[in-house]
């Protein structure tokens, strides 16, 4: 669909085979000069890059061995489009490493391998270019630095082939060696979901908006409904091709090249990501395992702007350490990177770091949690060991943590997948270890689904909101037992709520007071003297029936001072000792329920009762009977009509 990448034609059966194959290497190295003669095709499509005789922009080709299709993606080698090197070698197969014989090994040479690494790259070829102009005895010197420079990586078995783009010496070798290497690799997965980054945006005359990328999983089908990150708009597929062909449908590791409908061009752009609805999940917060390269000559400091090249999107990041540590060049630690722009990534999602200034690779890692939740000061070491189940652990490690954040809303199986890394034929099975293995269990008296994890998290919080609460009010019994379970269904499904404060008091977390909660740690503790007190109170409150006396006005509180005589009243308030009726009168517990009892009684038996009624019932005065009439309309026992009173329906 470009004069690069496609043209028009009937669709072509796909090969049974496909790899991208990406360049990497110094500028004037000949890395254009050499897709040429391996494709035919001139990849320097710019008039700019012609006229300077420097890649500036990606560029592709293809070529064809036996039932192997490989779709070249040819980046520019200069320091100042490390950017769109990256970008390029999103998603390649094999690397191309290219190295002039009159050069050796060059600053980018040294750049782009550490960039290859970095994006977990196992597999290249390593082409020594230009051999028509110096000796073989150069090309043997070349052949031993690009060994050095490989030596210790994934890429130190790469095959080197001296070849000539001009003469066309080596050009064969150099094809089959490819090929070989391919031969040995596994193919990615072509299941769901789809996904690919969008290295270019154009439009065609009568077509619309064209996005072009390397395929990174899955297989897109003429009719398909996409969704684009940043924005999450939905596109539809209109046709495919690549290189020129027509395809019915795409698969991982091909040059794609999308005609869509229902977005304009300016609604999607370079650094976009395509795919699956549902499956991307975009974050402004991620953690990872950040390794700083050795070559970086400093550490990168905790709370640092760095640029993130991601997929083919760059995006300005703050790294901040799990332990606010720095870290120094060689080294690897965990960290969560913070940005103001959200990025839709994957876990096991490789990237690159470079510094604020974009003028220096610095490090890169891989996306350990693409959804992440800004860190609280906790316990470190529990977090690491979560992190490195993330980076080391199986499809159970990675699918608990999952859920064990989720709390009590299971994820749909497309985010499992991107969170956690697996497969979507593979969940259903993954879950039911997890279940087998009491990872993965129904919460008691629910049909909700939670981790023991996220059970002991909640119970965790739980008691910190408690003792936050006792820290600020010491006075205070606890909260009221309805607002810890308020509490508690904002943080978590309503219908487990009920279930996780029952947990915590079975497990002496939390302990009841009456009507009120506390954290066990906090529970209020009377002295001797104090126990005294509160009986005496306490009795006499008992004793003086439906005309109680103030708490005040008892004989224990006479030689009790207001803070402490207080103090214990709430308490006595706050285990059902005595109701409080309004400010000024408590009745004893056993009394309150013999007021109901009287009430229900005589509206049982005349319909309606009166304030005079329930003062000749109880042998009170009015003094108390009309506040505790209000205290049972207040409570939802009875309702008022007028000068009568009703009771409520149950």
Not at 23 to 47: C, E, Q
Not at 124 to 139: F, L, N, Q, R
Not at 199 to 228: C, E, K, P, W
Request: hydrophobic share 40%; net charge neutral; proline share 5%.
């Amino acid at each position: 669909m470009s004069a690069a990448e496609s043209t028009t034609s009937d669709p072509t059966p796909e090969p049974s085979r496909h790899y991208i194959l990406g360049t990497a290497g110094h500028i004037d190295h000949g890395k254009t000069s050499l897709v040429r003669a391996l494709t035919g095709t001139d990849t320097d499509r710019l008039p700019e890059e012609r006229r300077r005789g420097m890649t500036i922009e990606l560029g592709f080709a293809e070529f064809v061995v036996d039932d192997m299709r490989f779709g070249v993606v040819d980046v520019p080698g200069h320091e100042r489009f490390v950017r769109t090197m990256v970008a390029g070698a999103t998603g390649i197969d094999i690397a191309l490493i290219v190295v002039a014989a009159d050069d050796s090994v060059m600053p980018q040479t040294v750049e782009h391998v550490e960039i290859l690494n970095l994006l977990g790259v196992q597999r290249a070829v390593v082409a020594v270019t230009k051999i028509d102009t110096v000796d073989e005895e150069m090309v043997e010197l070349v052949i031993d630095d690009v060994e050095q420079l490989l030596a210790g990586t994934p890429l130190a078995d790469a095959p080197m082939l001296p070849v000539s783009s001009i003469t066309g010496q080596g050009i064969g070798d150099l094809r089959e060696a490819v090929a070989t290497v391919a031969r040995g690799l596994g193919g990615g997965p072509t299941a769901l979901p789809f996904r690919m980054a969008v290295d270019r945006v154009f439009t065609m005359a009568g077509r619309g908006t064209v996005v072009t990328g390397s395929t990174l999983r899955g297989t897109v089908t003429s009719g398909d409904v996409l969704q684009v990150w940043p924005g999450g708009k939905t596109c539809r597929v209109r046709d495919l091709q690549t290189h020129g062909a027509a395809f019915s449908h795409i698969s991982v590791s091909q040059r794609a090249a999308i005609n869509i409908s229902g977005l304009d061009k300016d609604e999607i752009r370079r650094g976009a990501q395509i795919a699956t609805p549902g499956y991307l999940e975009p974050s402004h917060l991620i953690d990872v395992k950040l390794h700083c390269l050795e070559s970086c000559g400093k550490e990168i400091k905790s709370a640092s702007t760095v640029r993130l090249a991601v997929g083919t999107a760059e995006i300005p990041v703050r790294v901040v350490f799990l332990d606010n540590r720095a870290l120094g060049p060689g080294q690897r630690a965990f960290a969560q990177l913070r940005s103001g722009t959200p990025i839709a990534t994957t876990h096991g999602q490789r990237f690159i770091i470079r510094d604020e200034t974009a003028a220096r690779t610095i490090g890169g890692g891989i996306v350990l949690r693409p959804v992440a939740r800004r860190r609280r000061l906790g316990d470190v070491a529990a977090e690491k060991a979560a992190l490195e189940r993330l980076a080391t652990g199986d499809d159970l490690d990675r699918m608990e943590d999952v859920l064990r954040r989720a709390r009590f809303e299971r994820p749909t199986d497309l985010a499992l997948a991107a969170r956690a890394g697996v497969e979507l034929d593979a969940i259903p099975a993954v879950l039911s270890s997890l279940d087998d293995g009491g990872r993965w269990t129904v919460m008691p008296g629910t049909e909700v689904r939670a981790t023991p994890a996220a059970v002991d998290d909640l119970i965790a919080r739980l008691v910190r909101w408690l003792e936050r609460h006792h820290r600020s009010e010491p006075d205070s019994p606890g909260r009221h037992a309805d607002a810890a379970l308020g509490w508690l269904e904002r943080m978590a499904d309503r219908s487990v709520a009920r279930a996780i404060f029952e947990l915590a008091i079975e497990r002496k977390l939390v302990k009841r007071l009456g009507q009120y909660v506390c954290a066990t740690a906090f529970a209020p503790e009377l002295s001797a003297g104090d126990e005294k007190v509160l009986h005496a109170m306490v009795s006499e409150i008992r004793r003086g029936g439906f005309s109680p006396p103030a708490p005040e006005a008892t004989s224990a509180a006479k030689n009790t001072d207001r803070k402490r005589r207080d103090r214990l009243i709430q308490l006595a308030v706050a285990t059902g000792d005595l109701v409080k009726i309004d400010a000024k009168i408590l009745l004893h517990g056993d009394v309150e329920r013999e007021l109901r009892s009287i009430v229900a009684r005589m509206i049982a038996k005349q319909g309606t009762v009166t304030v005079a009624d329930v003062r000749e019932g109880t042998g009170s005065s009015r003094k108390y009977v009309v506040p505790f009439m209000e205290y049972l309309d207040r409570v939802g026992f009875t309702k008022r009509e007028g000068d009568a009173r009703r009771l409520v329906d149950p």
